[in-house]
């Protein structure tokens, strides 16, 4: 397996604009987490899945914040519409029986 | 005060010196993670334990359940070595997995 992928790895983008970063978890992984780092706070979660199934989204900041996972191998997270402080490495990871397995991030800087 | 705490912030060694880190946590845990960042940003997950100690390589792991504190030790260090060490806890809520929580992490520079 290729491990957790995310796309893209770069996103700068204006604000107002809508941003949407993508997560390929691990097949066969039951879980699925969105994080954010900053330096400031370090990293955050955002959001978690189990089974597709949202089930803890306290961690996501405004309703500009929107999770999905419509299937088993894909998740989406989308912030609509952007501002500068949204700008941070976003992490999504992947787990099965609590070992957790991160992507390589994507960086989105929003001017 | 934050639940998990970690120790030192910064860390600078000579190659081949032994190093510590360490790790304490105030909430109910099912397991606890080391995660490694690389400079580059990429983050691995070294270890997940819930009790004892655990080996790979030149990395050990250890965790005492009743005082709520873990070590990461790195014995003959290298360069390589050198990147962001991060612990996390998965908090126990109900038997569900929980989320992780992290620690600000451990900053490490091993110098040839």
């Known amino acids: 397996d290729a491990g957790v992928i995310q796309s893209p790895r770069h996103e700068v983008t204006e604000m107002g604009q809508e941003v949407t970063l993508r997560c390929k978890p691990i097949?066969?992984?039951?879980?699925l987490f969105w994080y954010r780092q900053t330096m400031m706070r370090g990293l955050e979660l955002l959001i978690y899945f189990n089974n597709n199934v949202p089930i803890d989204d306290s961690g996501m900041p405004e309703d500009r914040f929107s999770a999905k996972m419509p299937n088993a191998s894909f998740s989406t997270l989308k912030i609509q519409p952007s501002e500068p402080r949204d700008s941070a490495v976003y992490f999504c990871a992947s787990s099965i029986q609590g070992l957790a397995f991160f992507g390589q991030g994507t960086r989105l800087t929003v001017v | 005060k934050n639940e998990v705490e970690q120790s030192p912030q910064n860390l600078t060694a000579q190659e081949g010196e032994f190093i510590t880190i360490n790790c304490s946590y105030s909430v109910g845990i099912s397991a606890l993670h080391w995660l490694q960042q690389h400079p580059g940003g990429g983050i691995v997950s070294l270890f997940m334990l819930s009790s004892g100690k655990k080996k790979h390589g030149r990395l050990i792991a250890t965790i005492n359940i009743q005082e709520k504190h873990s070590s990461l030790h790195i014995t003959a260090s290298h360069p390589r070595d050198s990147a962001v060490y991060i612990c996390a806890v998965t908090t126990d809520y109900g038997g569900s997995q929980g989320n992780l929580i992290f620690g600000k992490g451990t900053k490490l520079s091993v110098k040839p």
């Open positions: 097949s066969g992984h039951d879980y």
